[in-house]
């Protein structure tokens, strides 16, 4: 079975700072990682995808994310966070599991803060 | 595009009452998910098709009902509410060859 640990429910950082969003994964196989973020009331938005090859992933809004096969983990980086940054993100694994259907599993959640 | 609409965005339901979350894409994706979303759990998988006349379950599915006689819907049905399913419930659909899932906006639904 797939899972994902998201191990931080929430992060604080000051506007301009740099951000990491730590995300381990549990997969036997290549898994595809996903980070999606979500604003207050809103739908979930795909930021960026891993699926294979270049293990640095650029994603929308200045985010990318590294895939580290060693170490299980898929972290979220943004060089300066921006106040509308704010949000809840989220990690997701899928892999071959459900009948190979590649239906993705979430973690639950990262709530990032960002302070004038 | 509309990509994924979900109705209604809001609902309040009486305990034992059943009720359909309707969801519709018009994207042409072959697969389609339900999930809820509850405070400190992330999503969880409901119900999920890979197509239209093929469904199956997911992690949380009892209580829920789904078909899918089209491409484009994939209703959710809720068989006998219980105040156990209130939660925020979204729609997610994308192309079988890849891709991330395109998300509605979701249904906060409430049971009293």
């Known amino acids: 079975a797939q899972s994902v640990t998201q191990p931080d429910i929430h992060i604080t950082v000051s506007e301009g700072a740099s951000l990491e969003l730590r995300c381990n994964y549990s997969y036997g196989a290549t898994p595809y990682l996903f980070w999606y973020v979500q604003s207050p009331g809103q739908g979930l938005q795909l930021l960026l995808k891993y699926f294979s090859g270049d293990t640095l992933v650029q994603g929308i809004k200045g985010f990318e994310a590294e895939f580290k096969r060693s170490q299980s983990s898929f972290n979220l980086r943004k060089p300066s966070v921006h106040w509308s940054d704010a949000a809840e993100y989220f990690c997701a694994v899928a892999g071959g599991a459900s009948g190979g259907s590649y239906i993705p599993t979430f973690g639950r959640g990262t709530s990032l803060i960002v302070h004038p | 595009n509309a990509g994924v609409t979900q109705t209604p965005k809001f609902q309040v339901l009486k305990t034992g009452q059943s009720m359909t979350l309707q969801c519709a894409q018009d994207m042409n994706h072959e697969y389609m998910s339900w999930y809820r979303q509850d405070p400190g759990m992330g999503l969880r998988l409901i119900h999920y098709?890979?197509?239209?006349?093929?469904?199956d379950q997911g992690e949380v599915p009892n209580g829920y009902n789904v078909s899918r006689s089209t491409t484009e819907d994939f209703p959710l049905r809720l068989l006998s509410a219980a105040p156990s399913q209130t939660s925020v419930y979204f729609c997610?659909?994308?192309?079988?060859?890849?891709?991330?899932?395109?998300f509605g906006s979701g249904t906060r639904l409430t049971v009293v």
């Open positions: 098709s890979v197509g239209a006349g093929i469904t």
């Open positions: 997610a659909s994308r192309f079988r060859q890849g891709g991330g899932y395109t």
